[in-house]
């Protein structure tokens, strides 16, 4: 498991991409369980699979295809990730935002990441798109922070700060956005745990109470990495599922990871649907 990655190696892959592609994209997004069908949308596209990639970790989870489309969506260049990979699968972090550094030294200007949450707000339900307007690091606050270690200050300053990690122009943008789609957008604040295990009822109380409103294994670590290389970042969960608070609710007939799955299928066409309009007005 490799910890730490130098500049040269963020180059080597970056290089490899600009040889598969003519494209030359400055947005990017990163497109979360069951929630990649917009990659398919992509025109003129160039498909990279990660294990065509020196040094790029490859996805085990399902619902996650494994490769850059790099084409034209909404009259913008972009790169998009149609899956990604997750700490919990036994990578070290420095390996779960190497594709952050990659498209920094690509010169992506703006990160748009999503992901499937479980919504601990009393209000959000199935089905809901959240627009995350700050996140709880309790992956990093804990000690795997995707920072930790030699500072590159050719990608970014030591101490980042975080008091606006999800950019306010894109947000304001994306708000618009909902409306000219027809789409009742929520907002909220999103936290990331290192999973692979779901949460218990103690623990999402837990989370309420530190005024969080959805939960996902996933984006926080790669929204720091954005945010310390400058990267403008616009963040929206899909909520899959509502949290199992009072620990009363069992379901056995669907497995919690195919109910995230299900619920991708149902969120997909209004989350294309925003991304598209936010594209378009960028």
Excluded at 27 to 54: H, K, M, Q, R
Excluded at 152 to 159: H, T, V
């Amino acid at each position: 498991m490799q910890q730490f990655y130098s500049l040269d190696q963020f180059d080597t892959i970056a290089g490899e991409i600009r040889i598969r592609t003519q494209h030359r994209p400055r947005i990017a997004l990163i497109l979360g369980s069951g929630l990649g069908g917009l990659a398919d949308s992509v025109e003129d596209a160039d498909n990279i699979p990660y294990s065509d990639l020196p040094f790029w970790p490859v996805s085990t989870v399902p619902g996650h295809v494994g490769r850059l489309v790099i084409g034209n969506l909404e009259g913008k260049t972009v790169l998009v990730m149609q899956g990604r990979v997750h700490f919990y699968e036994g990578y070290s972090m420095a390996q779960v935002t190497l594709p952050v550094r990659v498209m920094q030294r690509l010169e992506i200007e703006m990160l748009i990441v999503t992901n499937a949450a479980g919504g601990i707000h009393p209000d959000l339900v199935p089905g809901d798109l959240m627009l995350i307007t700050d996140h709880l690091n309790l992956m990093g606050m804990a000690g795997a922070n995707p920072l930790h270690g030699p500072n590159l200050d050719e990608l970014g300053p030591r101490f980042p700060d975080m008091s606006q990690a999800y950019d306010r122009h894109l947000l304001d943008l994306a708000r618009r956005a909902g409306l000219q789609a027809g789409l009742a957008l929520r907002e909220g604040v999103y936290c990331g745990l290192s999973g692979p295990s779901f949460e218990t009822p103690a623990e999402l109380r837990f989370l309420r109470a530190a005024g969080v409103d959805a939960v996902g294994m996933s984006t926080v670590p790669e929204v720091v990495v954005a945010r310390h290389g400058g990267t403008r970042v616009l963040g929206i969960s899909g909520i899959s599922n509502k949290a199992n608070l009072d620990g009363n609710t069992v379901n056995t007939a669907i497995t919690p990871h195919e109910e995230v799955l299900e619920a991708g299928r149902i969120l997909a066409p209004n989350l294309e649907k925003l991304l598209r309009v936010v594209l378009r007005e960028v």
